[in-house]
């Protein structure tokens, strides 16, 4: 066996054991469930003619930033999935 396919082999056998894909899935839900309650409260608000306050403010600000964070958070993901 060359030394390639060797180097080939234990490629492989890092990638199938990667954890990468259970972790994105994780994060995919960590982000989608967070979400849908700050809609469904948002929701409620418009609703219920209540008036929008700070906390309310704060969580909006909080994910209107969060999309920087995210390429930064997958990238590492799919590094995982590939055994670095």
Excluded: H
């Excluded at 899935?25 to 209540?50: D, E, H, Q, W």
């Amino acid at each position: 066996m060359s030394t390639y396919a060797a180097a080939a082999t234990a490629a492989a056998t890092v990638v199938r054991d990667s954890k990468g894909p259970e972790l994105q899935r994780v994060m995919a839900a960590m982000i989608t469930v967070p979400f849908a309650f700050m809609a469904l409260r948002f929701y409620c608000k418009m609703g219920s003619n209540k008036k929008f306050g700070w906390d309310d403010a704060v969580l909006l600000l909080s994910w209107v930033s969060r999309p920087r964070s995210i390429p930064t958070r997958t990238s590492g993901a799919r590094g995982v999935s590939n055994g670095y």
